[in-house]
């Protein structure tokens, strides 16, 4: 047997408290599958031992909440009986270094999330960060990447509807790779973890265990160095297509009552997902791994227990069910065995060839897994730019060219023609959009999804940025015309334990919940990926924030695109100029600097609410939110969709390259027909929501005053073209 | 020069494709079978390369383009 | 009149043809499964899209040695219509039914995006009020649509009126430019011998509504279902 | 007994694949290059079968499944 040396535990990832805890727990010296349960138990990845005391500040409740974070994935009420349920993931290392499979498989766990509730998944979402794109792994991995998502979802049959990708240095060795599912269920048919009932047979389906991706949940929680690459790490492999049979098995199952508690194997594979059930339901278990179905030989249970094989599930059956279950699995032709059985000790016994390989307390191991408030120190706010610390462009025209083409305003047509975005027959706002929109199958209703995070301005104020991903989910669905509803979150930073990164994540979550409390709009689940860094550089913070809606009525939604020419264009919510971190600064002047602009939260509400209220009122021809690039991008992405021109006049106040690029919050661009403007100008007065008249629609251009006329096709080339010309640049290693 | 190039999913690595060919066969009768594995022959003229560089070159191929090593093997043959 | 729609582990627009063909045919088509020998009376088979068994060692294969297939081929060939879309196509080269085979489109890459596609020729059965030469829109989703068949073949296809739709632009434009995945002489859709079976890679289960971005896919449910009833 | 079977697509059939490797390989400044073609190996178990009716069952195997012969060309080798 092995000896537990300093050295093994260290490999471990545990700490010298840590593993003097565990000899507490337990009372003697673990065996090595048993340090390997805590091990992965105790990653950051399954404990969530540093971000744990700041999550529990966010709000989770609202009447429509039916389950908040804590489960597979948030629930909420979407009306007439059905639920709404979803979750974003992280698979950022797997993903950096096998960006096919990596993201593939990063498909997959949040897939499995979802329907592993009783959800049948109906729309996914992705948002991914690159490094810069002369990085010389860029291409490889944005190709990689992209490839592998679609590959996944395409074969499982769910429309890919919507997602965000940037580029910034800052991601250079460290990639993020975030996916969401939303999935429909019946409200009276949702499924828990929770094990329960002694005796009850312990039910393993899916794929068989193999030697994958053993130390995944501590790979992913550990900082990269150099030579990541070299060591190989086990990374796991796809197979969408057990995956998609897997789906409707379990489907088929959950139609019959047969089922007490169900929990998918994600990270820390059979470990974390008997341990989290046993744990919900204040149970033993016992496990007899001889019947674990693999796929290799001599298989120790130590790998059995670790392994991350995909496509595998893990259920508590009613007593005498067994049998209508198999059946069902067996008709899909997926692997199926009786695995063990609930106890009542509170233990984890795990017996193999005859011996007991492991007897653990489950709940002091799932509970008492450390708890860090690690040190933190607050990122000051700097002081913002205003027209006057931004020069004025030679040529307004030419720059916004030059916007419209750059990284991260660039079109994304490119990634989302790879994804399957219509299959299921009810997405009906696709990817180009403020939200992608699916139908819910048979009904009038649809849920609106997006997807958002600025970095940028993460970095540079943590609480201003944490707000305003929060902010930014809920204009994007408002302009759909959608009712925002609740959020998922992806929490990406750096090493937490050094204070000024672990002071980003606290200022993010704290502007997150201020955002969350004053719109109604709770966090239901999510995820957190630390350590995303690289010899000492971490990226950007990155609260990606996934937003739902809903849309009581299809016919009513909204979409951004002009509908033709002579319609009044106008803004609403003010523009002061806030130049700071703008893409404008950084694309035209290559500088990072200033504060984010200023959130104000009761103005988002206000205005937002006014938007929506516009919409269903049947007042509005087009609406996007003002986001990255300011009025003009917004302008000149909705002229591009309706291909439609704009006449414009920005007004005196502010320069023009100022009002035309500048970053406010808490705006929508909206078109109105000629004849219903006097009627919306009266309904903002009353609402008292500042509504400014900017243009007309019409012709092939756009033309702001006398200060800039470019062609539509300028404009388009110069948007569609980025990406593709930049994935086709040769020299690429790896395609 | 001609070189083929016989890339296999390293040991251990979860195989679907071989996977389902497998169950494909046993479909259609032939239940002995087992153990399949997918793998990819890539095949390519070296145009004006002396025998001496061709090893050295065609590795160099496999690790930056050809083969994932992350969970590929690959095999060099030359010929000619 | 009856459909019947064929599911395979993998399929996944079965739910998108049965509801197009809903809509036209004002009842329910019977959904067949992979594993059954027999198919019930039926005028009309339909072989829906998705990846039949993940599309693993070539997209259709593995299907098309599935029970249900013999049934679908001994039908065909009895001349039972049968609308073979986009995965069905592939599985519908791979039985033989349709000549040629369809290999990885020449970009490499998986493409969904909504296609203008020409209409070759007058098969009442499957186009109807589709005029010769019309442009019509369906959207393609599919990674390996590029359509090959060897000189010969493709001779014969054009010769007897075989091919049915050809990759164009909205202006009738047909030409390397509108070739969106390398197929030969642009081929989107093709019939047998007997006409009495199309396949195609673009889905016009697809566009059946002006809430989905078009109405093409219902016209030709329409056409379909009105010539076969 | 084991067997390998070698797919490889037809004289004057486009491969996509290959020329996608072959412009990729340029691109990496592998400029000399050519005639870059890809195919597939699959390698298998035949169980208990004797040496005798390998040849004849895994040639079955190949027409039924394993190969397209509209296309595609395949050869078998039997190992043990
Ligand atoms: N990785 C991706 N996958 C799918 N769609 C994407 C992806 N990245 C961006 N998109 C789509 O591109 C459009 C523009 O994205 P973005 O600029 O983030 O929009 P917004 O500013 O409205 O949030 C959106 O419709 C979005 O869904
Ligand atoms: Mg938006």
New interface residues.
Partial sequence: MTEITKEIVAEHGLSESEYELALEILGRTPNLTELGIFSVMWSEHCSYKSSKKWLKTLPTEAPWVICGPGENAGVIDIGDGQAAIFKMESHNHPSYIEPYQGAATGVGGILRDVFTMGARPIANMNALRFGRPDHPKTRHLVSGVVAGIGGYGNCMGIPTVGGETNFHESYDGNILVNAMTVGLADTDNIFYSAAAGVGNPVVYVGSKTGRDGIHGATMASAEFDDDSEEKRPTVQVGDPFTEKLLLEACLELMATDAIVAIQDMGAAGLTSSSFEMADKGGVGIQLDLDNVPMREEGMTPYEIMLSESQERMLMILKPGREEEARAIFHKWELDFAIIGKVTDTGRMVLTMHGDTVADLPVAPLADSAPEYDRPWVPTERPAPLGADDVAAPADLGATLVQMMGSANIASRKWIWEQYDHMVMGDTIQRPGGDAGVVRIHGTDKALAVTTDCTPRYCYAHPETGGAQAVVETWRNLTATGAKPLAITDCMNFGNPQRPEIMGQFVGCINGMREACVALDYPVVSGNVSLYNETNGTGIFPTPAIGGVGLLEKSEQMMTLAFKGAGETIMVVGETTGEMGQTIYLKEIEGREEGAPPAIDLAKERLNGDFVRSLIHGGDVTACHDIADGGLLVAISEMALAGNVGADLDLGEALPAHVAAFAEDQARYVITVSADNVEAVTEKAKNANVPLQIVGTTGHNEIKVGKSASVSLHDIRSAHTNWLPGLMAAPGSDKE | MKARVTISLKNGVLDPQGKAIEHALHGLGFEGVGDVRQGKVIELDLGDISKEDAPATVDKMCTQLLANTVIENYAIELLD | MKAAVIVF?????D??MK??IEQSMGSTPAMVWHGDSELPETDLIAIP???S??????CG??AG??PIMREVVKKASEGVPVLAVCNGFQIA??TGML???L????N??????DVDLQVVGRNERFVGEFENGQIVRF?V?H?DG?F?A?DETLARLEGEGQVAFRYADSDGNVNDATNIN?SRNNIAGIYNEAGNILGLMP?P??L?SE???GTDGKIFFDNLINSLS
């Fill in positions: 582990p993998g399929s996944n627009c739910r998108d509801v197009a899209g998705g990846f068994y993940g599309d693993y060692l070539r294969a593995i040695n599935s080269t791979e000549p040629g085979a290999l990885r489109n020449a490499q890459k998986f493409i969904c995006k959207p989703a990674h590029n090959y060897d390398g889905h289960e697809r059946i809430q989905l971005g």
